[in-house]
């Protein structure tokens, strides 16, 4: 049972773009919301959070959305750089507190 | 980027061996995790470590043991290695459970 969902496993995007990563949840216990980045032969590196009460939360170019009533979250990369060429993972935790992430988006952006 | 390291980075056995991994820090962080990664269902949790000695099971724990008999080392076991233990294996560290985790750089482990 698969609680944290990216459904699209690639997506391909033209540089200076805006790269928009989805991530769908199943669980209404989660209350903290984490996207971590992975490049190949690395461990994945953290990137940004969102807590249940925000719905934006934004870090430079990245910003991540949260639309709890439709258990859906979103990455969003502006402008989109070669360097975020990556596999993005959403990660979801409740009140235990372990980590649940998806199955990974590898971005590939496009010179 | 958080002082985490882990060996081997790579290990190639047979099955039935035992198997052991390494996971060192030098941030003195109270919580270590073992995730395993593999295609279709990104990382999932093997065990963890709320400080030396205290240890739980995670998701997918069966097949695996931990150790931490210090603050800076967590150790994974895979008693006697089966193939469907094939995979990357992350380490992660975090001062607390509501700190984020931070990843080492992961061991590619192949059972034959």
């Known amino acids: 049972d698969q609680q944290v969902k990216q459904n699209s496993p690639s997506l391909s995007v033209q540089e200076g773009r805006i790269s928009i990563l989805n991530c769908d949840y199943t669980?209404?216990?989660?209350?903290?919301f984490l996207w971590y980045k992975k490049y190949p032969a690395e461990g994945p590196t953290f990137l940004i959070s969102?807590?249940?009460?925000?719905d934006k939360n934004e870090d430079g170019r990245f910003t991540v959305f949260l639309n709890k009533s439709a258990k859906h979250l979103s990455l969003h990369i502006v402008p989109s750089q070669p360097g975020d060429s990556a596999v993005y993972f959403c990660a979801a935790s409740d009140s235990n507190e372990k980590l649940t992430f998806g199955t990974g988006t590898r971005l590939t952006i496009i010179p | 980027d958080a002082g985490i390291t882990q060996s081997p980075r790579h290990k190639v056995t047979e099955t039935g061996t035992p198997v052991t991994l390494r996971c060192h820090q030098t941030?003195?962080?109270?919580?270590m995790y073992w995730y395993r990664q593999d295609p279709g269902h990104g990382l999932r949790l093997i065990h963890y470590s709320y400080g030396v000695k205290d240890t739980d099971k995670g998701e997918v724990s069966d097949g695996y043991s931990v150790s931490r008999s210090k603050t800076e080392d967590f150790l994974l076991t895979l008693e006697s290695a089966t193939s469907s233990q094939t995979s990357v294996y992350f380490c992660?560290?975090?001062?607390?459970?509501?700190?984020?985790?931070?990843f080492g750089p992961g061991t590619r482990l192949l059972v034959l």
């Open positions: 941030e003195n962080h109270r919580y």
């Open positions: 669980n209404s216990m989660f209350d903290y």
């Open positions: 969102i807590s249940s009460i925000k």
């Open positions: 992660a560290i975090s001062e607390s459970r509501q700190e984020t985790q931070y």
